[in-house]
């Protein structure tokens, strides 16, 4: 049990809504990242946040973006969603940025048809 | 060519046997992680090193900084080893992934 929890687990919108994820870190834990992982792939970085701030990005487009919360809660929110969107949505928390062990939430996966 | 490589892609053991997973990088890190995901998505982490060798029940990681290579080992493997073995890197403002090693160990 990593403390790390994400809702809801499983979600279906249609091409060019507006889907929102949450994620409960870890009480204590600055830092939260979230990845998208398609099927059959590794994951791929989307964004990390520290203390409320967005602190590194991956080449992912504007219409990603996140929000970090003083209660260690985040949310990824995704504009005008396409069919490649499709995909397990995770987060991770962490005490610091780069050197702590990183804790990982079970997903949601996301299916836009 | 990407910057995480992991070897092999695919792996088949026998219950018992010794396993070793790959993971080369080719970019200055702050940390590598190890990482084991089983179906239905769940990520869990088993290691992050810096330096050296780190050991917990059958496994062990090692990471040698100046080759940019990494081994996670895993002794006396059992069927519930069977996942995907997934190396990141920690860079100071994101994380790079390999793209897995897919373990099965058969009884």
């Known amino acids: 049990e990593t403390g790390v929890t994400q809702s809801p687990t499983h979600l279906i919108k249609t091409r060019g809504q507006q889907v929102t994820l949450r994620c409960s870190s870890q009480?204590?834990?600055?830092?939260v990242s979230w990845y998208q992982q398609a099927l059959g792939q590794g994951p791929q970085f989307i964004f990390q946040?520290?203390?409320?701030?967005?602190?590194g990005r991956g080449n992912f487009p504007p219409r990603f973006s996140g929000l970090q919360f003083p209660n260690y809660s985040s949310e990824l929110n995704v504009n005008a969603l396409e069919l490649d969107d499709s995909a397990l949505y995770l987060c991770?928390?962490?005490?610091?940025?780069?050197?702590?062990?990183?804790?990982f939430g079970n997903g949601t996966r996301l299916t836009v048809t | 060519k990407n910057e995480v490589e992991q070897s092999p892609q695919n792996l088949t053991a026998q219950e018992g046997e010794f396993i070793t997973i790959n993971c080369s990088y080719s970019?200055?890190?702050?940390?590598l992680h190890w990482l084991q995901q089983h179906p239905g998505g769940g990520i869990v982490s088993l290691f992050m090193?810096?330096?050296g060798k780190k050991k917990h029940g059958r496994l062990i990681a090692t990471i040698n900084i100046q080759e940019k290579h990494s081994s996670l080992h895993i002794t006396a493997s059992h069927p519930r080893d069977s996942a995907v073995y997934i190396c990141?890197?920690?860079?100071?403002?994101?994380?790079?992934f390999g793209t897995g090693t897919r373990l099965q160990v058969f009884p």
């Open positions: 991770a928390s962490s005490l610091d940025r780069a050197n702590s062990p990183l804790h």
């Open positions: 009480s204590g834990h600055n830092t």
């Open positions: 946040y520290y203390r409320e701030e967005e602190n």
């Open positions: 970019v200055g890190i702050s940390a």
């Open positions: 090193l810096s330096s």
């Open positions: 990141a890197v920690s860079l100071t403002d994101k994380l790079i």
